[in-house]
């Protein structure tokens, strides 16, 4: 299957990055290369970008559609938490900007292979990196009720957490559970008819909480932070677009904390913790899509860019 993506509030993104032509840009979630082409589109001779995914088919495809950048580009195979170290192995140290775009990619959803969606039926997957040894099955057939439910409830937001951690690890009991269509079916069985009919497809939560899980994507994202600000530039720009509340929490927490990272206590009147701002953050609320947008890719109807600039 051909590897097809929308790439979500674009226009936003690359105007919240305020591009320098001679700057030096990272794509720390490539996936097709649709953010990294209109970044490197707007560079100059000296302009560069270094484009980074875990995902092999992501990066042959975003190979194919920046080729025509030449040396502009550089493409590695990683997670963006490895960025800082990814960056150093290439001799740079600082850099103009830094974009995110997380969650799944529209091919991951639509390759049924992949197990990601809950719509086909496939073997049990999730993996973003499919160089990683455990997969969803794992998770879904190894895990105690209690970790099942602490996932779903968590990750998921579902209120019927509990009760479908409990239904998965009966279903188990009798046989393992293999593909997405087994398990779509365990959550249909645990929750009210009513509330399915309400609720749009009773099992959006649990794969997210899985995927979620399996790739630990909130604390990839959680320890990750603080080391891609520190990487910019003065008056260079990290750009972070999240589809889950959890994590525009994490990036919304973070922006705050490096902009007012003082911890002395309100009375002081002067700070003697010592630690000073990191710049600014430019959106105190988050960018959201257009009703356009939202209608011709449903995708980004979650979707929420938040930017911060280093001083």
């Not at 790439?7 to 649709?34: A, C, F, K, M, Q």
């Not at 969606?117 to 895990?143: G, H, K, W």
């Not at 690890?169 to 309400?198: D, H, N």
Request: hydrophobic fraction near 35%; glycine fraction near 8%.
């Amino acid at each position: 299957m051909e590897f097809q993506h929308k790439s979500v509030l674009l226009n936003e993104t690359i105007e919240g990055l305020h591009i320098r032509p001679d700057g030096t840009y990272v794509d720390g979630t490539l996936g097709g290369g649709g953010h990294a082409y209109e970044i490197a589109k707007r560079l100059g001779d000296k302009g560069s970008i270094i484009g980074i995914d875990q995902d092999a088919v992501a990066i042959e495809a975003a190979g194919i559609r920046l080729k025509d950048f030449g040396e502009k580009v550089t493409i590695v195979r990683s997670n963006y938490c490895d960025m800082k170290s990814r960056l150093q192995e290439l001799g740079i140290d600082r850099v103009d900007g830094i974009i995110l775009d997380l969650g799944v990619s529209s091919y991951q959803l639509d390759t049924a292979e992949r197990g990601f969606s809950y719509r086909e039926d496939a073997p049990l997957d999730m993996r973003m990196d499919t160089r990683q040894t455990t997969t969803a099955r794992d998770i879904v057939n190894n895990y105690e009720e209690m970790e099942l439910y602490r996932v779903i409830r968590d990750y998921g937001e579902d209120k019927f957490a509990k009760n479908i951690a409990k239904h998965i690890v009966a279903a188990r009991g009798k046989a393992p559970i293999e593909t997405t269509g087994q398990l779509c079916e365990i959550i249909r069985e645990s929750i009210p008819m009513k509330y399915q009919k309400m609720a749009g497809h009773p099992a959006k939560r649990t794969f997210q909480a899985i995927r979620i899980e399996l790739n630990r994507e909130l604390d990839v994202l959680r320890d990750s932070l603080d080391d891609m600000i520190d990487l910019l530039k003065p008056g260079g720009r990290i750009c972070i677009i999240t589809f889950h509340s959890l994590e525009d929490r994490i990036v919304k927490s973070a922006f705050r904390k490096n902009e007012h990272p003082c911890t002395c206590p309100p009375d002081f009147p002067v700070c003697v913790c010592g630690k000073v701002s990191k710049g600014k953050v430019i959106t105190k609320k988050p960018i959201l899509p257009g009703k356009e947008e939202q209608e011709y890719n449903s995708r980004s109807k979650s979707a929420k860019l938040r930017i911060f600039e280093r001083a």
